[in-house]
T-cell receptor, first 114, second 112 residues
């Protein structure tokens, strides 16, 4: 186990609703990245937070937003849910933003949008 | 535009055989190439990684071969075991920026 936890494990929402996913980083890690993994695909980078500031963003619309708290836990918020938002959402924590820092992934939250 | 292309999509290997998964990339700025292993219901876990200044890295039964001129790298699993059955992802990134680009994954099934 990596020490990265995510909640909830599964979630069902309807189109247009809003959702908040949570991630608790591994102890000592100050960087968290969020990924979307569609069924049968590799993870796609959503954004990264370093010491509570956004530090890079992938090709996702502004309705995907995030927060990192002083204890380095993190939230991913998605507004105006669309059917295509159905996916496994992964967070990964690491020691720093250095590219070769190992990212430790949580088990993910599986979101289904109906 | 997919930054990292992975093949094959699925692979069946007999126990004791060699599993080979290939990846190709376009961005020559990439300088770190990890491989991840993902079991059902789990997040990806780092398996092995390589920098472009070496052509091969071996850790136990797992070897990465790297061809910088061809912009390709591959994962070799020697003496494949049923416990290796999982989905494998290659990835790439640029130092000092923790955005990883993942391949689409290879589902490996090692038959007893």
């Amino acid at each position: 186990e990596t020490g990265v936890t995510q909640s909830p494990t599964h979630l069902i929402k309807t189109r247009g609703q809003q959702v908040t996913l949570r991630c608790s980083s591994q102890s000592g890690h100050n960087t968290v990245s969020w990924y979307q993994q569609a069924l049968g695909q590799g993870p796609q980078f959503i954004f990264q937070y370093y010491r509570e500031e956004e530090n890079g963003r992938g090709n996702f619309p502004p309705r995907f937003s995030g927060l990192q708290f002083p204890n380095y836990s993190s939230e991913l918020n998605v507004n105006a849910l669309e059917l295509d938002d159905s996916a496994l959402y992964l967070c990964a924590s690491s020691f720093s933003v250095g590219g070769q820092e190992t990212q430790y992934f949580g088990p993910g939250t599986r979101l289904l949008v109906l | 535009q997919q930054q990292v292309k992975q093949s094959p999509q699925s692979l069946i290997v007999q126990k004791g055989g060699i599993s080979i998964i290939n990846c190709a990339y376009e961005n020559t700025a990439f300088d770190y190439f990890p491989w991840y292993q993902q079991f059902p219901g789990k997040g990806p876990a780092l398996l092995i990684a390589i920098r472009p200044d070496v052509s091969e890295k071996k850790e136990g039964r797992f070897t990465i071969s790297f061809n910088k001129s061809a912009k390709q790298f591959s994962l070799h699993i020697m003496d494949s075991q049923p416990g290796d059955s999982a989905t494998y992802f290659c990835a790439a990134n640029i130092y000092n920026f923790n955005k990883f680009y993942f391949g689409s994954g290879t589902k490996l099934n090692v038959k007893p």
